[in-house]
């Protein structure tokens, strides 16, 4: 186990440095950078003043000088400072993350209470009138786009009742609730509808019908074996889902000025500030690894069928 942890480790290197040099490469095919977008406003700006300014930050340099400097300071603990703000990007970004924390946390908590009791509903009353009434209001709320639902949650809750403020000025609890709702709608209308189809899929087996022979009540089977079987299905997509929340989403947070990194994420691109967004992309990369790390560990701890095909191949 500790030889494949280390081998998924590693792994993360060639990973990061391919999507660093991307993202690099892709910012400055944009033709622009910092500076250019700093003084963009200010009116009548001298070139020599943005000339010197561009020096300071090393942005006169060639691209691939840029990025290899980014690199060197990166590998020593030195991930720069911003080109906007002026501050260190390390501890930036650290600021940021308590807020995607919480919001990742509440979003993926709600969406398990909601989604999992619902989808073993859907799967042991199937073509029942409960399972078509929750399948069609699954499609429906997957089907709406999230900055749709946090327009009609805002104006429902927050306009209309009163019962929320519709912005919030820090990253409390009482502030978390709408961009948690908006999260957790979307995806536990996905999550019902895989959980029912990922438990039906082991009613149907032949361990099922055995059981049922046995004598064993079909409660028993339910949550002590089909369950078992099925939260392989539900913690794959419970992993992708917590990677894309430690990201950040961009959109939510931005409707609802939610002071994380995918706020963060989106006024860097939006001012070019190279460093800032180096800092996301390789906390994205690094979060997607060991998310699946851990998803896979838990594959083996949960279905005995993993353990026994990888011990038969060694």
């Not at 691939?64 to 002026?86: A, E, H, N």
């Not at 501050?87 to 509440?106: C, E, M, Q, W, Y």
């Not at 009609?152 to 009163?162: C, D």
């Not at 967004?277 to 390789?282: F, G, S």
């Amino acid at each position: 186990m500790a030889k494949y942890i280390g081998k998924r480790l590693l792994q993360l290197i060639p990973v990061l440095l391919g999507i660093t040099f991307l993202t690099f490469a892709l910012m400055h095919a944009a033709g622009s950078d910092a500076i250019t977008e700093m003084y963009a406003d200010k009116g009548a700006v001298s070139q020599e003043i943005i000339d010197a300014k561009k020096a300071e930050l090393g942005l006169d340099k060639p691209f691939i000088v840029q990025y290899f400097t980014w690199l060197g300071g990166m590998l020593t603990g030195d991930m720069g400072v911003s080109y906007v703000s002026g501050k260190n990007v390390f501890d930036t970004f650290i600021s940021k993350l308590p807020a995607t924390l919480l919001l990742t946390f509440l979003s993926i908590v709600l969406t398990v209470i909601i989604s999992v009791p619902l989808g073993i509903l859907m799967a042991v009353k199937q073509n029942k009138f409960i399972d078509y009434l929750l399948r069609v209001l699954s499609f429906i709320g997957n089907s709406l786009p999230n900055f749709f639902v946090a327009l009609v949650l805002m104006e429902i809750l927050a306009i209309q009742l009163g019962w929320l403020p519709v912005i919030s000025a820090n990253t409390g609890f009482e502030a978390a609730i709408m961009p948690t709702l908006t999260l957790a709608i979307a995806m536990s209308a996905k999550y019902t509808r895989q959980v029912r189809a990922a438990v039906l899929e082991e009613l149907n087996k032949d361990y099922v019908y055995g059981a049922k022979a046995r004598g064993i009540s079909s409660k028993v089977i339910l949550w002590k074996s089909v369950l078992r079987s099925a939260m392989v299905t539900i913690i794959t997509l419970l992993a992708i889902s917590i990677g894309s929340l430690l990201g950040g989403t961009a959109i939510i947070e931005s409707i609802f000025m939610w002071d994380g990194v995918g706020k963060l994420a989106v006024d860097a691109i939006t001012m070019r500030d190279y460093p800032l967004i180096e800092a996301y992309v390789v906390w994205l990369a690094i979060i997607y690894v060991v998310v699946n790390l851990i998803a896979d560990l838990l594959y083996h701890a949960l279905d005995p069928r993993i353990r026994l095909e990888e011990e038969g191949k060694r």
